[in-house]
């Protein structure tokens, strides 16, 4: 059983030994890693490698065969001890302490965009209607999309589409956001804009895991960069360091394809 980390304040996320296999599959084979408070992590890596597998199992979407994961010290899933599962609004309110931004938007079609913000607020987190409506105004200013908000989510572009998964992660005040190829579906030319906007919540203290195949971001803006292969994790670093001189022959090989 993973051992329960020392609990610094500055640590968001610890994930401990996970494994996860699926059938013969396996597709996490001991991944640990720690995002400190105000931290980017950046996870590349092949297709197939296990990266949205270890996001999904960091809230839980997915459940490990192995190993812990905790939140500000506090293990999600698995109530204190580790034995007993949580019930599951018990992990709802633990979900509602991760932001998830997904490679497909996943914003609600029939919901106009400030409505996609101010649901799960109102509904999960029970939090005052008028109050989430304000800082959902405040974070569609931030976005840059405030002149959207009244609109349908089919009328928007890839890149707005992305822009409101961001301020809706955003609408939760999660302790933790988690990106998953976040511009992997945008037109190349949509890709900036959103770029842009993850790192302005980067450099203004949001604590961020982000599996991304966008170099440019992981270079400029990451403190630590992870590469996974095969379910493990087989380099990480600064990412001056990972990207100039590689320590090992499989980020060497990956670095040639990717930039
Ligand atoms: P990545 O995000 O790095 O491309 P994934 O975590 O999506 O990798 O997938 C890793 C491996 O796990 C792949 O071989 C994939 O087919 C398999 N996999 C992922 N989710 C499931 C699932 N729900 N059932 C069976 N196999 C899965
Ligand atoms: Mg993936």
Same mark, same amino acid.
């Given at each position: 059983m993973a051992k329960k980390p020392v609990e610094t304040a500055e640590t968001v996320l610890e994930i401990s030994g996970l494994t996860?296999?699926?059938?013969?599959?396996?597709?996490?084979?001991?991944?640990?890693?720690?995002?400190?408070?105000?931290?980017?992590?950046?996870?590349?890596?092949?297709?197939?490698?296990?990266?949205?597998?270890?996001?999904?199992?960091?809230?839980?979407?997915?459940?490990?065969?192995?190993?812990?994961?905790? %939140?500000?010290?506090?293990?999600?899933?698995?109530?204190?001890?580790?034995?007993?599962? /949580?019930?599951?609004?018990?992990?709802?309110?633990?979900?509602?302490?991760?932001? /998830?931004?997904?490679?497909?938007?996943?914003?609600?079609?029939?919901?106009?965009?400030?409505?996609?913000?101010?649901?799960?607020?109102?509904?999960?987190?029970?939090?005052?209607?008028?109050?989430?409506?304000?800082?959902?105004?405040? %974070?569609?200013?931030?976005?840059? %999309?405030?002149?959207?908000?009244?609109?349908?989510?089919?009328?928007?572009?890839?890149?707005?589409?992305?822009?409101?998964?961001?301020?809706?992660?955003?609408?939760?005040?999660p302790e933790l956001l988690l990106f998953d190829e976040p511009t992997s579906a945008l037109d190349p030319e949509l890709v900036g804009e959103v770029v842009t906007v993850m790192k302005t919540l980067a450099e203004s203290g949001s604590t961020m895991l982000v599996v991304t195949h966008e170099m440019g971001f992981a270079r400029e803006t990451a403190d630590e960069v992870i590469l996974m292969d095969g379910g493990r994790i087989v380099e990480s670093g600064e990412p001056a360091a990972f990207f100039k001189k590689p320590k090992t022959e499989r980020a060497k090989q990956f670095l040639q394809r990717y930039v």
């Open positions: 996860k296999s699926f059938g013969t599959n396996v597709v996490l084979d001991g991944v640990s890693l720690k995002v400190a408070k105000g931290q980017t992590v950046c996870v590349l890596g092949p297709s197939g490698s296990g990266k949205s597998t270890l996001l999904r199992c960091v809230n839980w979407l997915e459940k490990p065969d192995q190993g812990a994961v905790y %939140l500000a010290g506090r293990r999600i899933g698995m109530r204190e001890g580790g034995h007993v599962a /949580m019930s599951s609004s018990e992990l709802a309110r633990e979900r509602a302490r991760i932001g /998830m931004v997904f490679q497909h938007f996943n914003l609600w079609p029939h919901l106009t965009v400030i409505q996609n913000l101010i649901e799960a607020p109102i509904h999960v987190q029970k939090r005052n209607r008028d109050e989430v409506t304000a800082e959902a105004e405040t %974070l569609l200013e931030r976005v840059g %999309l405030s002149a959207k908000k009244n609109d349908f989510p089919s009328r928007l572009s890839g890149g707005q589409k992305q822009r409101v998964g961001i301020a809706r992660a955003l609408a939760m005040k």
